[in-house]
Structure formats: structure tokens, C-alpha cells
């Protein structure tokens, strides 16, 4: 019912910037926080970011806090991650999701829906 689509990954220098977008389609869309989670290689997923429908709640984790901001705009169905000072330990894949279950928006349990990701590559 809802589908997600990341974008706008890629390979940038340490220190530099990068804008993710996610794109949602579906019925569902106003009604969900919407969060950010990642996974670099040989490590688990993790959270980075989340968002209320509303952006009356914004939520993240303390390694990109200062670094990374979240937002959406819900008439373009679209969730965005701005990332600046970007350091090589922000290398990952990094997924979208859309939250199904109530309680911890920062729980990645919670979110039903998930996007297929998008890479981005810091390089020193």
C-alpha cells in the first residue's frame, strides 16, 4: 500500500554535502512518521533520523546530530535527509521507512515499509 524510493546517493569527499530524497506512493503517506536508518558494511542497520507527519517531532541519532537534518514536504509526498560534514563513517547504504506500528519511532521494528536503499560513499 505504500512504496518508497530513495535517491540522490553517491560518492562525495569528506566534509562535503549530500541530499537524500524518498519518494512515497500510496494511501498512507500523512499518516506516518517517516525515518532515516542506514547500514554500512558489515554492521547492523542502525537509526540516523526521524520525522512526524507534521515535523512537530524530529528525532536523531547522536553521531549525526549537528551534521544531518530531516524533512519532509507531504503535498510531494517526499522525505528528505540533508547531510553536511560528512565523515567516512557515514558510508552506508541508506534506507527510508515508513512507520506501521505505534510506540519508539526510533525503533526500526516499527516501520513496515522500507524502501531498497541508496549508497553513499564519503572518501577522505
Known amino acids: 500500500q505504500v512504496q518508497l524510493v530513495e535517491s540522490g546517493g553517491g560518492l562525495v569527499q569528506a566534509g562535503g554535502s549530500l541530499r537524500l530524497s524518498c519518494a512515497a506512493s500510496g494511501r498512507t503517506f500523512s499518516m506516518n512518521t517517516m525515518g532515516w536508518f542506514r547500514q554500512a558494511p558489515g554492521k547492523e542497520r542502525e537509526f540516523v533520523a526521524t520525522i512526524t507527519w507534521s515535523s512537530s517531532t524530529l528525532v536523531y541519532a547522536d553521531s549525526v546530530k549537528g551534521r544531518f537534518t530531516i524533512s519532509r514536504h507531504n503535498a510531494k509526498n517526499t522525505v528528505y535527509l540533508q547531510m553536511t560534514s560528512l565523515k567516512p563513517e557515514d558510508t552506508a547504504v541508506y534506507y527510508c521507512?515508513?512507520?506501521?506500528?505505534?510506540?519508539?519511532?526510533?525503533?526500526?521494528?516499527?516501520?513496515?515499509?522500507w524502501g531498497q536503499g541508496t549508497q553513499v560513499t564519503v572518501s577522505s
Open positions: 521507512a515508513a512507520q506501521t506500528r505505534p510506540s519508539g519511532i526510533t525503533d526500526q521494528g516499527k516501520y513496515g515499509y
